[in-house]
């Protein structure tokens, strides 16, 4: 068998490597406009962060994994073929700012359509708005009339950083399809090595708006417990107390409430969005208003946390130096899409802040392009360590939970910081205890204020 991936990216790259790693009869080629991330592929040094993808992509590159630029080669020869490409917000025309840009998806559904002689099987795995595949369906059906195309939803569920974890062992794998020969041709792939009641299956609808709504689900618990957050700061509960002692309900559970500067990375925002946009559409006005809190909840998290940091430092930091520590989305992972940190530097430098940056794996060039002309070579440094992203600076202010930030030396640190030193922990990593011991003015997302010095 022969399987072909369109996108060699956060979500094609990882995935198709486990496949070849579990699968070594199957051939798999993930394929990608972008010259340079293949290259990167196909390097040692692939070009995206994630724990434990080297062993596995230098494992089987070569043998039953490549990585290409030759799309239609890989089309022609595929069995299956994985459509992994991104499916950003639309930034103009009808549902600017909400719906999703399908361009990409369509791009390759008529690429497959124009050249395909072989019946294949296509396969959903980027996240679409519900009733997408029919759309591919037309677009396929109006092509090459020799083959025959069945289109299945296959919804990827891993989160970045952990994706290695995710996809040896998911929770569930979803295969939304209409024919039975097709959607069980997929479930045996995973069953390989994923035990067979996990490989859940339904129809197309139900298997996209599942993708939109586990999205939605997961970033509405952290806009609850921000929102709580916010609370606890007022009334000087604790929020991480709070998160755990409701967290002990089962029927709640503990996970995903972990009080933040704000939710980030490519999906969450944007799937929302793209489920407002839909409900907007079928003329669910109440539904949409209702998620769209969750975005809404999340960017007064980030503006909170910034208006925090300005207030506290006596209402400016007007040529003060800020160390940020971490700029990636979340830890484990490169990627700064949506990155709280991108929209709390952004303010931080419109208060005129000078800004130490550090991130573990986030290059120079992605920061200064996130930030966009506010940043300059004036009023932002790029830090090769978190101490040095300290020294001098006013305060401190971890946007990423790295976990090289809550271990470091921080009595030499403090000595290098003009005073009052101020530490603003967004991701509720550090013991604030032990930073006011030491002299620091410490505060944390939902942990109340500090004794009155
Ligand atoms: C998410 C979904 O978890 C995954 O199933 C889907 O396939 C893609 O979207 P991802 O965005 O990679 O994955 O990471 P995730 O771990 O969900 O974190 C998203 C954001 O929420 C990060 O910014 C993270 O820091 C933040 N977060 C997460 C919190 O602020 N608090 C939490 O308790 C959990
Ligand atoms: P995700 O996080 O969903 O994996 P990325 O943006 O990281 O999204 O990756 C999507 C990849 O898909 C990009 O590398 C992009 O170059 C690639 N891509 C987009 N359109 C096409 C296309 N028509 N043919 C091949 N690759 C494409």
Redesign the pocket.
């Known amino acids: 068998m022969k399987i072909c991936c369109i996108g060699a990216g956060y979500v094609g790259g990882p995935t198709m490597a486990m496949i070849a790693h579990q699968c070594h009869d199957i051939t798999v080629t993930v394929v990608d406009v972008n010259e340079t991330r293949i290259a990167a592929w196909n390097s040692d040094t692939l070009p995206i962060h994630e724990p434990g993808l080297d062993d596995i992509v230098k494992g089987r590159r070569g043998q039953n994994l490549f990585f290409d630029t030759n799309v239609d080669k890989a089309i022609l020869e595929g069995d299956i073929i994985f459509i992994c490409v991104g499916t950003p917000t639309k930034t103009f025309g009808v549902g600017a700012g909400r719906a999703a840009d399908l361009r990409y998806i369509e791009t390759c559904a008529r690429r497959i359509a124009s050249i395909a002689t072989t019946d294949k099987i296509i396969v959903e795995k980027s996240t679409i708005p519900v009733r997408t595949a029919n759309s591919i369906k037309r677009i396929l059906k109006a092509g090459n009339a020799q083959a025959s195309f069945e289109v299945l939803s296959n919804p990827?569920?891993?989160?970045?950083?952990?994706a290695i974890e995710d996809l040896t062992e998911p929770d569930r794998v979803l295969i939304g399809g209409e024919c039975d020969d097709s959607v069980e041709k997929l479930a045996s792939i995973y069953a390989r090595w994923i035990p067979r009641e996990r490989v859940l299956t339904t129809n197309l609808w139900s298997s996209e708006l599942s993708k939109l709504t586990?999205?939605a689900f997961?970033?509405q618990?952290?806009s609850s417990?921000n929102a709580i957050s916010a609370l606890c700061e007022a009334t000087n509960a604790e929020v991480d107390e709070v998160a755990h002692a409701i967290g002990t309900d089962s029927r709640i559970g503990p996970?995903?409430?972990?009080?933040?500067v704000?939710?980030?990375?490519?999906?969450?925002q944007k799937d929302i969005l793209n489920l407002v946009y839909l409900c907007e559409h079928y003329g669910l006005q109440e539904v949409a208003d209702y998620w769209e809190q969750v975005v809404k909840m999340n960017d007064y998290q980030k503006r909170r946390f910034y208006e925090r940091i300005v207030g506290t430092m006596f209402n400016t930091v007007s040529s003060k130096t800020i160390a940020i520590w971490g700029f990636a989305?979340?830890k484990d992972?490169d990627d700064t899409r949506e990155?709280?940190a991108i929209a709390v530097c952004q303010n931080l430098l419109g208060e005129q802040a000078q800004l130490n940056i550090f991130d573990p794996q986030v290059s120079k060039e992605r920061i200064f392009e996130d930030l966009g002309s506010i940043a300059n070579d004036d009023n932002v440094h790029i830090c090769q360590s978190a101490e040095e992203a300290a020294s001098g600076a006013h305060a401190i202010a971890i946007l990423t939970?790295w976990d090289t930030f809550a271990e470091q030396d921080f009595a030499k640190i403090y000595d290098y910081m003009p005073k009052p030193a101020f530490f603003f922990d967004g991701r509720n990593i550090s013991d604030l205890e032990k930073l006011r011991e030491i002299g620091f003015e410490a505060y944390g997302v939902g942990q109340g204020r500090p004794p009155a010095v």
């Open positions: 990827e569920f891993l989160a970045e950083g952990t586990a999205n997961l970033a618990r952290i417990i996970k995903f409430l972990k009080a933040s704000g939710f980030g990375g490519s999906c969450f989305f979340k992972t990155s709280a939970e």
